[in-house]
């Protein structure tokens, strides 16, 4: 009975997982399309953000309402700071840079963002290379292998491979009109920078106000009230700011409820059953069900250097996760050595950890 109860709620972790890379691939390909056919980027970060905040709030409410919460002008500072970079920055560059690229280019840069970070971390001394342990080895070479792939991905393009194209209708089909790869790709660099900066920041706001669910709604309002304000700068014609009952807004209801606050839900029972590292371990799942549902889908080509690149960033980053994840096991054992003194501490040094990273579905996990 033991093992089938086990097998059970194994069953239901997974598809929970699988859930949340499907959640990211309909996010990716709708906003695709959208960004293709003239859609404003800011206007859907505006109002994307005000339905996440719409569909965190309950949550907030239910479950840290009793909570007291020291709104004083720090923790004000660090969520504007942490929705200016974190959301405002970081996602609209992703969008530039999927607009003027594909799906399958720009979802690969995504699983970038933890090599990122761990980039970042290592040279504002966050965290350590331990290249003298096999772990660390390990994490450096993983590393290194993302790079390599987003490199090849990024100047190799090579031959283009088609699969049936099964266009449903005229109205997702994408235009190709605004593909520039090479503003594209130094816009996609730019959004994985600026989520690394993120995580860090967020290390420093979690420190000083932990209620995630509260943290997350009001980043979601500073970071809609930031689109709209850049947004009206760059264009106030009301035509772009107008929503109809079309694809734009089934994208903006769709990545606010299912994108946003579903999969929060989901990566926090993830997180809290199996660890940070569990959910990462599903992220390469996103750049494949991308990669097949655009071919086939949309008709988009898929280029010899996409898939080399992909090979490379799925095998580094499975790599970097173990090494990272080995190490942190390594940290947390007890001194073997128990009668010559007392034991090490189980608890993590402080510092930003790379194996919680769990967000390379954009809008997935703002805070």
């Given at each position: 009975?033991?093992?089938?109860?086990?097998?059970?709620?194994?069953?239901?972790?997974?598809?929970?997982?699988?859930?949340?890379?499907?959640?990211?691939?309909?996010?990716?390909?709708?906003?695709?399309?959208?960004?293709?056919?003239?859609?404003?980027?800011?206007?859907?970060?505006?109002?994307?953000?005000?339905?996440?905040?719409?569909?965190?709030?309950?949550?907030?409410?239910?479950?840290?309402?009793?909570?007291?919460?020291?709104?004083?002008?720090?923790?004000?500072?660090?969520?504007?700071?942490?929705?200016?970079?974190?959301?405002?920055?970081?996602?609209?560059?992703?969008?530039?840079?999927?607009?003027?690229?594909?799906?399958?280019?720009?979802?690969?840069?995504?699983?970038?963002?933890?090599?990122?970070?761990?980039?970042?971390?290592?040279?504002?001394?966050?965290?350590?290379?331990?290249?003298?342990?096999?772990?660390?080895?390990?994490?450096?070479?993983?590393?290194?292998?993302?790079?390599?792939?987003?490199?090849?991905?990024?100047?190799?393009?090579?031959?283009?491979?088609?699969?049936?194209?099964?266009?449903?209708?005229?109205?997702?089909?994408?235009?190709?009109?605004?593909?520039?790869?090479?503003?594209?790709?130094?816009?996609?660099?730019?959004?994985?920078?600026?989520?690394?900066?993120?995580?860090?920041?967020?290390?420093?706001?979690?420190?000083?106000?932990?209620?995630?669910?509260?943290?997350?709604?009001?980043?979601?309002?500073?970071?809609?009230?930031?689109?709209a304000v850049i947004g009206l700068c760059m264009n106030s014609n009301g035509a772009a700011w107008r929503l109809g009952w079309n694809l734009q807004l089934v994208?903006?209801?769709?990545?606010?409820?299912?994108?946003?606050?579903?999969?929060?839900?989901?990566?926090?029972?993830?997180?809290?059953?199996?660890?940070?590292?569990?959910?990462?371990?599903?992220?390469?799942?996103?750049?494949?069900?991308?990669?097949?549902?655009?071919?086939?889908?949309?008709?988009?080509?898929?280029?010899?250097?996409?898939?080399?690149?992909?090979?490379?960033?799925?095998?580094?980053?499975?790599?970097?996760?173990?090494?990272?994840?080995?190490?942190?096991?390594?940290?947390?054992?007890?001194?073997?050595?128990?009668?010559?003194?007392?034991?090490?501490?189980?608890?993590?040094?402080?510092?930003?950890?790379?194996?919680?990273?769990?967000?390379?579905?954009?809008?997935?996990?703002?805070?």
């Amino acid at each position: 009975m033991g093992s089938i109860q086990q097998w059970f709620r194994w069953s239901q972790m997974v598809l929970a997982m699988l859930m949340v890379q499907l959640f990211a691939t309909g996010l990716q390909l709708f906003s695709r399309v959208i960004l293709t056919q003239g859609t404003f980027i800011f206007t859907l970060m505006a109002y994307r953000h005000v339905v996440a905040a719409l569909c965190v709030a309950p949550l907030a409410y239910l479950y840290e309402r009793n909570t007291p919460k020291n709104l004083n002008w720090s923790v004000w500072f660090w969520l504007f700071v942490n929705a200016l970079i974190g959301i405002t920055s970081a996602m609209s560059l992703f969008y530039y840079g999927l607009r003027d690229t594909t799906a399958t280019y720009a979802t690969n840069f995504l699983n970038l963002i933890p090599i990122a970070t761990f980039i970042l971390s290592t040279v504002t001394r966050i965290e350590k290379l331990n290249l003298h342990t096999r772990a660390g080895t390990i994490k450096t070479l993983g590393a290194i292998l993302c790079v390599g792939g987003a490199l090849t991905t990024s100047l190799y393009r090579g031959k283009a491979y088609y699969i049936v194209h099964r266009g449903f209708n005229h109205a997702i089909t994408v235009k190709n009109v605004h593909e520039n790869y090479g503003i594209g790709t130094s816009m996609l660099v730019g959004s994985c920078v600026s989520y690394a900066t993120w995580f860090i920041v967020q290390v420093k706001l979690l420190k000083i106000f932990p209620l995630r669910y509260f943290a997350t709604m009001l980043t979601c309002i500073m970071a809609s009230l930031q689109s709209a304000v850049i947004g009206l700068c760059m264009n106030s014609n009301g035509a772009a700011w107008r929503l109809g009952w079309n694809l734009q807004l089934v994208t903006i209801v769709y990545s606010g409820a299912l994108a946003t606050a579903a999969t929060f839900c989901l990566l926090t029972w993830a997180i809290s059953e199996k660890g940070p590292t569990y959910p990462s371990m599903f992220n390469p799942l996103t750049l494949i069900f991308v990669a097949l549902s655009e071919a086939i889908i949309l008709g988009q080509e898929i280029r010899a250097g996409t898939l080399i690149g992909m090979v490379l960033i799925i095998v580094g980053l499975y790599s970097f996760l173990w090494g990272k994840t080995k190490e942190l096991k390594n940290m947390a054992q007890p001194n073997k050595v128990e009668a010559e003194g007392p034991a090490i501490s189980n608890t993590e040094p402080p510092g930003l950890h790379c194996s919680s990273i769990t967000m390379p579905n954009v809008g997935a996990q703002e805070v």
